[in-house]
């Protein structure tokens, strides 16, 4: 085991301030997933199937003892119009939001986007009544 890699398993917090250049293997869809291309330091799911794992309890800090598969669940807007998906996780179900990658699967981002639009409970007359209520 090389210093940097001795490094990063003491240092709880070294992901925080350092960028992740570690090539992965989804455990979901096992395709490689490379840190470039995500226009961020760093990747933190899978740019094609949107799953991440639970390693962190903290943003960076790689304290989850959990280590299971964190579901992408729905997506959001942030305040400055950048969206982020929303993930739980399928053994502890802990709820997390990671900014979404510049090389995501838009067509996997606007099918969770669609999704409660897909929900039966939601009716066309339901939806106009929320469409007129959000424009007033």
């Not at 570690?22 to 226009?39: H, I, L, N, Q, S």
């Not at 299971?68 to 739980?88: C, D, F, Q, S, T």
């Amino acid at each position: 085991m090389n210093r940097e890699n001795k490094r990063k398993q003491y240092d709880k917090n070294f992901y925080r301030t350092h960028p992740c250049i570690d090539p992965f293997t989804c455990k979901t869809c096992g395709r490689t997933v490379v840190p470039e291309g995500a226009g961020s330091d760093h990747r933190n799911h899978c740019p094609y199937c949107l799953f991440s794992l639970h390693l962190d309890e903290e943003p960076g800090d790689r304290a989850s003892d959990c280590h299971g598969r964190m579901e992408p669940i729905g997506v959001w807007v942030r305040k400055n119009g950048e969206w982020a998906l929303i993930h739980r996780c399928t053994v502890c179900g802990k709820l997390d939001s990671n900014r979404v990658a510049a090389d995501d699967n838009p067509m996997k981002l606007l099918a969770l986007a669609m999704k409660p639009f897909a929900n039966p409970i939601l009716n066309p007359e339901g939806l106009k009544e929320i469409t007129v209520k959000m424009e007033d």
